[in-house]
């Protein structure tokens, strides 16, 4: 019912930038939208979130470098990553809330590696 395609990940040197896209094709309404983490061994923790209204949250570890925003025409959720660090490195999953449904969805996840 609610599909979600990722793309912009790959690999970076320390200190620089990617951004990550996520589109959704649905016929229900999308409550929020966000970008959540799971590096090898660890369990998958919340990068940034925003709201179908606009209202961001991120995870302490990315705030002041991660910027999270949307596109509601278009059902697409961008994650702008600046000063990116080694510690970064992880597959990023894009996640849809819909409370119609009772549920929310997952992308299948994009790689992030942070290295010089």
């Known amino acids: 019912q609610v599909q979600l395609v990722e793309s912009g990940g790959g690999l970076v040197q320390p200190g620089g930038s990617l951004r990550l896209s996520c589109a959704a094709s649905?016929?229900?309404?999308?409550?929020?939208m966000g970008w959540y983490r799971q590096a090898p061994g660890k369990q998958r923790d919340l990068v940034a979130l925003i709201t179908r209204g606009g209202d961001t949250n991120y995870g302490d570890s990315v705030k002041g470098r991660f910027t999270i925003s949307s596109d509601n025409v278009k059902n697409t959720v961008y994650l702008q990553m600046n000063n990116l660090k080694p510690e970064d490195t992880a597959v990023y999953y894009c996640n849809a809330l819909v409370l119609d449904l009772g549920t929310d969805y997952w992308g299948q996840g994009t790689q992030v590696t942070v290295s010089s």
């Open positions: 649905s016929i229900f309404s999308i409550n929020s």
